[in-house]
């Protein structure tokens, strides 16, 4: 998969830094300019910026769970998906895909790609 996220920008929210760093250095291996974050409210800043692609969002953060951050990403169009080790997430979108911890990093990718070319992934 290796070139197949080229050019995309990718939003990383993961409280847990060997998660999040696993994660990113597997979309950047495939292309994608990664930012991270550990916070829902610096998480709440970024999806404000032009250009992002897609994003992966643990749901559970040190400052709250994500739900206000899923409402502004479906608002403002971008997709996402929930990384979680919840399997059930109140107050997520539905139809978001919810992939469970832990997933392998071929798991991820295949579903941002997905998101990205806006087709519905299984769960």
């Given at each position: 998969m290796k070139g197949s996220l080229t050019g995309r920008s990718i939003l990383v929210v993961e409280d847990e830094p060997l998660i999040a760093m696993a994660i990113s250095q597997a979309l950047e291996e495939s292309g994608a300019e990664?930012?991270?974050?550990?916070?829902?409210?610096?998480?709440?800043?970024?999806v404000e910026h032009d250009g992002l692609s897609a994003a992966i969002l643990d749901h559970s953060l040190g400052d709250g769970n994500s739900s206000l951050l899923y409402a502004r990403l479906k608002e403002r169009g971008i997709p996402f998906l929930i990384y979680s080790g919840w399997e059930r997430v109140e107050g997520a979108c539905p139809g978001v895909p919810h992939i469970i911890k832990p997933a392998t990093h071929r798991v991820l990718l295949a579903a941002v790609e997905d998101l990205i070319r806006g087709t519905q992934i299984s769960n």
């Open positions: 990664v930012t991270t974050t550990n916070t829902l409210r610096h998480a709440l800043l970024l």
